[in-house]
T-cell receptor, first 114, second 115 residues
Framework: ETGVTQSPTHLIKTRGQQVTLRCSSQ?????VSWYQQALGQGPQFIFQ???????GRGNFPPRFSGLQFPNYSSELNVNALELDDSALYLC?????????????FGPGTRLTVL | AQSVTQLGSHVSVSEGALVLLRCNYS??????LFWYVQYPNQGLQLLLK??????LVKGINGFEAEFKKSETSFHLTKPSAHMSDAAEYFC?????????????FGDGTTLTVKP
């Protein structure tokens, strides 16, 4: 069974640029959730994708967008990067539609915005 | 809206001592509750979860937590700390049902274990 993987592991961008982060879900999972973890804080829910459709969104502006592909892998896109976007971005996969489901996290992508 | 408060951003114990990490939640309906551990430069690993079965939940690595509705608490304990327990611990809450992936997390507690 393959776990959740994320790429790249580290990324440095400058203000105003755009970035795409990638996540491969665990085998058999159809749901991916994205979280932002700023330094010294807990993860904050960005949005979730279930069977290629957005299935809930946290308090993040529209410049944070995502996609889920037919193989259930996912992308997080951030436009017009700001300094405060510097954080660890975590994705988690789960089996949607199952009661008492559990999410499994990837190792994260560390984004630094200069 | 749900929220989680973790009391104490840093906890330090001696090896072999009791570990107690505090978590209080706010939710309009009985939620699901989780404890996760995060080691440096890694993602989060689930320690245990409460989903309305037994109020005392046993997890991995000797950890357990007790759901107390009257106190809106879900504190994490371990009878005897080990050096390998040093890490960041997060309490999280989500709606009941199938929404583990839309969790609200606390700000975390850093556990230090002294030899």
């Amino acid at each position: 069974e393959t776990g959740v993987t994320q790429s790249p592991t580290h990324l440095i961008k400058t203000r105003g640029q755009q970035v795409t982060l990638r996540c491969s879900s665990q085998s058999g999972h159809n749901t991916v959730s994205w979280y932002q973890q700023a330094l010294g804080q807990g993860p904050q829910f960005i949005f979730q994708y279930y069977r290629e459709e957005e299935n809930g969104r946290g308090n993040f502006p529209p410049r944070f967008s995502g996609l889920q592909f037919p193989n259930y892998s996912s992308e997080l896109n951030v436009n017009a990067l700001e300094l405060d976007d510097s954080a660890l971005y975590l994705c988690a996969s789960s089996l949607g539609g199952v009661v008492d489901n559990e999410q499994f996290f990837g190792p994260g992508t560390r984004l630094t915005v200069l | 809206a749900q929220s989680v408060t973790q009391l104490g951003s840093h906890v330090s114990v001696s090896e072999g001592a009791l570990v107690l990490l505090r978590c209080n939640y706010s939710s309009s309906v009985p939620p699901y509750l989780f404890w996760y551990v995060q080691y440096p430069n890694q993602g989060l690993q689930l320690l245990l979860k409460y989903t309305s079965a037994a109020t005392l939940v046993k997890g991995i690595n000797g950890f357990e937590a007790e759901f107390k509705k009257s106190e809106t608490s879900f504190h994490l304990t371990k009878p005897s700390a080990h050096m390998s327990d040093a890490a960041e611990y997060f309490c999280a809450v989500s709606d009941r049902g199938t929404n583990a992936g839309k969790s609200t997390f606390g700000d975390g507690t850093t556990l230090t274990v002294k030899p």
